[in-house]
């Protein structure tokens, strides 16, 4: 009892990686571990919870899990008890994206995920609403994990879980039951497996287009619109990455995404009371005011050329990256009346303030900007320059060349930014010359 209590309480005091350093520092990994053969179920439960807190999102953790732990750990995720599979699933997630189990580990893939695509139909307590988060953590950013989540039909799992908690015949009854005690918190359970659901879908079709494919095909579409328009934060949120995820692929955006309308929705968000959520429909218009997007002049027509702006001058970072990309990616490809549109109302100046910007990646946007505006006819070039003028180019030009001459491409950690510089110069000194030489 004892110990059960110790390792609950050890959960509850890690949310932090320096609270997570300090009690590694403290010893408290090897008891965890022991408490696993303990025998009794609640606090072997205890415990896998505690260790799975302990290493979430922490590389620094030195956690040696030897053959013997991992089995027993393996062997929990196939335990009767639902609870207990998707305990032990998390713990093992946890582990393995801090890279401490020697690779290959099949089964992360043999074992771990089909438990948690299981999981999500068995209505057991909280595990609809808490499995979704942990198939999320699993396969995000790694593209041969998002094969086997689509391999193991993950993705269906997940539009069923969605298509559950958002049909009519649900809401219907939430009306109808209306006042019954208890009935707020089964809504409000609802909406949290909307929103996890949302987040794992968004994860499972960031990097693979086949991914995308069977989420439209499972009808997830519908379900996002409903998200964007959910009264919930969180879900409207989701809802986001979720069509972020979903727009990325070129054929869909042409297609499926106009089908449903989703732009309507995006840019009301913009508005929105929460500043993640205008930060994160921002993010998802980004791919749809790209060139060959059919949603672009609606996205324009509604004023977000104004918003995106304004964002570009937030004091919050996401919000002010998000603005000063989508600006970018309005730009590309696009004629001198669609710049003319857009610089009219950033402005050059402000376009400088942003390539000086201390964030290297606002640079790198704002760098995005400039080449896209030189990009085109020699009437582009000359607009441009007269636009900046020609010293204060060629200022801008310089200072990035001498960025990346002290930076050691090789060495430091913003190579890549500097890369970027490199590339930005020689194509903008590049146009400057085609333009003299012609003029």
């Known amino acids: 009892?004892?110990?059960?209590?110790?390792?609950?309480?050890?959960?509850?005091?890690?949310?932090?990686?320096?609270?997570?350093?300090?009690?590694?520092?403290?010893?408290?990994?090897?008891?965890?571990?022991?408490?696993?053969?303990?025998?009794?179920?609640?606090?072997?439960?205890?415990?896998?919870?505690?260790?799975?807190?302990?290493?979430?999102?922490?590389?620094?953790?030195?956690?040696?899990?030897?053959?013997?732990?991992?089995?027993?750990?393996?062997?929990?995720?196939?335990?009767?008890?639902?609870?207990?599979?998707?305990?032990?699933?998390?713990?093992?997630?946890?582990?393995?994206?801090?890279?401490?189990?020697?690779?290959?580990?099949?089964?992360?893939?043999?074992?771990?995920?089909?438990?948690?695509?299981?999981?999500?139909?068995?209505?057991?307590?909280?595990?609809?609403?808490?499995?979704?988060?942990?198939?999320?953590?699993?396969?995000?950013?790694?593209?041969?994990?998002?094969?086997?989540?689509?391999?193991?039909?993950?993705?269906?799992?997940?539009?069923?879980?969605?298509?559950?908690?958002?049909?009519?015949?649900?809401?219907?009854?939430?009306?109808?039951?209306?006042?019954?005690?208890?009935?707020?918190?089964?809504?409000?359970?609802?909406?949290?497996?909307?929103?996890?659901?949302l987040i794992a879908i968004a994860a499972a079709t960031l990097l693979k287009e086949e991914c995308r494919t069977q989420a439209i095909e499972s009808k997830v579409l519908p379900h996002v619109i409903s998200g964007l328009n959910s009264k919930q934060p969180n879900v409207r949120l989701a809802a986001c990455q979720c069509t972020k995820s979903l727009s990325r692929s070129v054929s869909h955006l042409r297609t499926s995404l106009v089908d449903v309308d989703v732009a309507p929705p995006l840019i009301k968000l913009l508005y929105d009371e929460s500043i993640v959520v205008q930060a994160a429909a921002c993010g998802a218009l980004c791919n749809l005011v790209l060139e060959f997007s059919p949603m672009k002049k609606k996205v324009i027509e509604a004023g977000a050329i104004k918003r995106f702006v304004e964002y570009s001058r937030s004091k919050d970072a996401n919000l002010q990256l998000n603005g000063v990309w989508a600006l970018n990616n309005l730009l590309f490809k696009a004629d001198l009346e669609a710049k003319k549109a857009v610089m009219d109302v950033l402005t050059y100046d402000a376009l400088i303030d942003l390539l000086h910007e201390p964030n290297p990646t606002i640079q790198e946007q704002a760098l995005e900007i400039v080449r896209n505006l030189v990009f085109g006819k020699l009437e582009d070039i000359d607009w441009v320059i007269e636009g900046i003028g020609k010293d204060d180019l060629l200022d801008v030009l310089e200072s990035k060349l001498q960025v990346t001459s002290t930076m050691g491409l090789e060495e430091d950690p913003f190579s890549v930014v500097g890369r970027v510089y490199l590339e930005f110069s020689y194509y903008v000194f590049s146009s400057i010359c085609i333009f003299f030489f012609f003029k």
């Not at 053969?37 to 260790?51: F, M, R, T, V, Y």
């Not at 062997?75 to 582990?95: E, G, H, Q, S, Y």
Request: with cysteine; charged share 25%.
């Open 1 to 197: 009892m004892i110990a059960e209590f110790t390792a609950a309480v050890i959960a509850k005091c890690c949310d932090t990686q320096a609270q997570q350093l300090q009690l590694e520092e403290a010893g408290a990994i090897q008891p965890l571990v022991n408490l696993l053969h303990s025998g009794c179920i609640k606090a072997q439960e205890a415990s896998l919870d505690a260790i799975a807190t302990l290493c979430r999102e922490n590389k620094e953790l030195a956690f040696n899990s030897d053959q013997l732990t991992t089995k027993t750990m393996l062997d929990f995720v196939k335990d009767k008890c639902p609870n207990m599979r998707l305990i032990a699933a998390t713990c093992l997630t946890n582990l393995y994206r801090t890279g401490v189990f020697e690779e290959p580990f099949n089964e992360i893939i043999l074992v771990v995920l089909p438990a948690l695509v299981k999981l999500l139909q068995d209505p057991t307590d909280d595990v609809q609403e808490r499995a979704p988060l942990v198939l999320a953590d699993l396969i995000k950013d790694s593209e041969e994990m998002q094969k086997a989540a689509f391999d193991a039909d993950a993705i269906s799992r997940l539009a069923e879980l969605l298509a559950s908690v958002s049909s009519k015949e649900v809401e219907e009854e939430e009306v109808v039951q209306m006042g019954v005690p208890g009935i707020g918190s089964v809504a409000k359970r609802r909406e949290k497996i909307k929103e996890n659901s």
